[in-house]
């Protein structure tokens, strides 16, 4: 009983380029559960050709989103195994109204619903900005800003060596259409848990730090 009380299951909310990732990631270190990132789980099923790539691809090179029962069925999937019994956190699910009842749906089902919903605002401005100057290294997948996470040298991942690149979906005309389908199809999500009482709101503007400092503080 006390160890079911102590589960953290946890939604990562938030416009494309707020931050999510990179604040996910240091979260779920926090509270040692794993971080899952649907996003993530597309660019590798692409990278190794599955048939889930082949699925997924157009979708993430225009900057549209995965039709919902593929998505859902991938995270019901995940959620189901042994590493995330103590809790986890899912970053980029869920991204519209069905998607978030679905998963209400999957966890009542468990016994254990969702105990936070963080969400990270950003401005519009800022979002396009942070999105263009993003990168990423193409052997060890770690992100860079050319604005406020500069790798050391120009092109080159401080971690490996590995080349860095930009995002099909970073690229301009993706950003401003990936952007307007978060307004459409995200942001009423915002609404939805905050009529629950699972909405914890963050600034996401500002130093890496922080942001992550202000999302402990509300969590806790
Ligand atoms: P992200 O890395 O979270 O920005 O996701 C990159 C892309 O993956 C999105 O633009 C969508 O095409 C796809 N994607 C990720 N998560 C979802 C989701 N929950 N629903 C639909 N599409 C998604």
Known sequence: MGKTERK???VMLGPPGAGKGTQAVNVAKRYSIPHI????IF????????DLGRKAKKYLDAGELVPDSVVTDIVA???????????????????????????????????????????LAVDRDALVKRLTARRACSKCGENYNLVSKAPKKEGVCDKCGGALYQRDDDKRETIENRLSVYEKQTAPLIEYYKRSGRLVSASGEGPIDGVFKRICAALD
């Open 77 to 119: 999937e995940r959620i189901s195994k042994d590493d995330c019994v103590g809790g986890f956190l899912l970053d980029g699910f869920p991204r519209t109204l069905p998607q978030a009842e679905a998963l209400d749906k999957m966890l009542s089902d468990k016994g254990c619903p969702l105990t936070a919903v963080v969400d």
């Open 43 to 50: 660019r590798a099923a692409i990278k190794e050709g599955t």
């Open 8 to 10: 953290r299951l946890m």
């Open 37 to 40: 990132s649907t996003g993530d």
